[in-house]
């Protein structure tokens, strides 16, 4: 074997015996050997951490406990971001790392309220304590309480803004003459005259309506009841039959007190069939105009 066989013999035999050492001491070393910095420890930032008025703002907390010591499933926030204005409701998230459990609490907010406005220059707003609490496993409740950062928030108008003078118009501001198409006092000698003459017709046309009420009402029929009838069965020989049913109905009814045997053959000739004939409502006709002329 030669001298390069042999150091790349060696070579393997160290990597094979650091590799079983690293693996004995990893099943020997226990999971818990990985000690977190504290049992409950909070961490609160802002995002962005300044912002300008009416920008929107994430609040952040995040919470670190000891798996091992708390019950991190019931664990409970308590953060305000009064002045500030919260959007929504909190998103919380969990996760474990190692005996670590990370629980993060992100409110978005946004500031729209004048106490988050400074003068001059910018206001550094600091918001109230959050509190944590977590119950142990051994029983009790382990609390932690965390203040927040300064969130530095600035204005949108600046003192050079407002020391602006007067704007400059560059449009002319005085009002254009008035004109009319028609003068106003024209205008209303006119609208009054129409007035007149709409009222004018008006009472023209209800006096011609009164007019025609009279000529109707002095001009009412004087026949009898039997020569109306009559009149009517004549009118209806020259319609449907509908028309002539109605027509010799009506005359049998009103001939029934005057002669009763005319009047049984006026309404079977009503209900005939088909249908009453135009010849016989002329001959009925001509019989009953007879009654009403009969003293």
């Known amino acids: ?118 003068g001059k220059s910018p206001r550094r707003l600091r918001l109230p304590a959050v509190h944590v609490e977590a119950p142990r496993l051994d029983g009790g409740v382990l609390r932690a309480t965390a203040g927040w950062p300064a969130l530095e928030l600035r204005g949108r108008v600046t003192a050079a803004d407002l020391a602006s003078g007067r704007p400059a118009f560059r449009a002319d501001r005085s009002l254009p003459a008035v004109s009319y198409r028609i003068s106003p006092h024209t205008l209303a000698t006119l609208l009054d005259v129409i007035a007149a003459l709409l009222a004018v017709a008006g009472v023209a046309w209800a006096a011609r309506q009164i007019a025609v009420l009279v000529r109707r009402r002095r001009a009412l029929d004087t026949r009898s009841e039997l020569e109306r009838a009559v009149a009517l069965v004549r009118e209806a020989e020259m319609r449907p039959s509908g028309d002539r049913r109605r027509a010799v109905g009506l005359l049998a009814r009103i001939l029934r007190t005057r002669d009763a045997p005319l009047a049984r053959e006026a309404g079977d000739l009503a209900w005939s069939r088909p249908k009453p004939a135009a010849a016989d409502l002329a001959a009925l006709a001509d019989r009953a105009g007879g009654e009403g002329r009969s003293p």
Do not use: K, N, W
């Open 1 to 118: 074997m030669g001298t390069l066989s042999r150091i790349a013999a060696a070579a393997v035999a160290c990597a094979v015996a650091a590799v079983a050492v690293v693996l004995v001491i990893g099943d020997s070393t226990p999971t818990h050997a990985v000690q977190p910095s504290r049992t409950l420890t909070l961490r609160t930032s802002f995002a962005p951490p300044a912002a300008q008025f009416g920008d929107r703002v994430v609040a952040r907390v995040v919470v670190l406990a000891d798996r091992f010591v708390l019950d991190a499933r019931h664990l409970r926030i308590t953060a305000g971001v009064a002045p500030l204005s919260q959007l929504a409701t909190p998103q919380i998230t969990r996760a474990d790392r190692g005996r670590l459990a990370v629980v993060t609490y992100e409110v978005p907010a946004v500031c729209i309220d004048e106490r988050c406005l400074g």
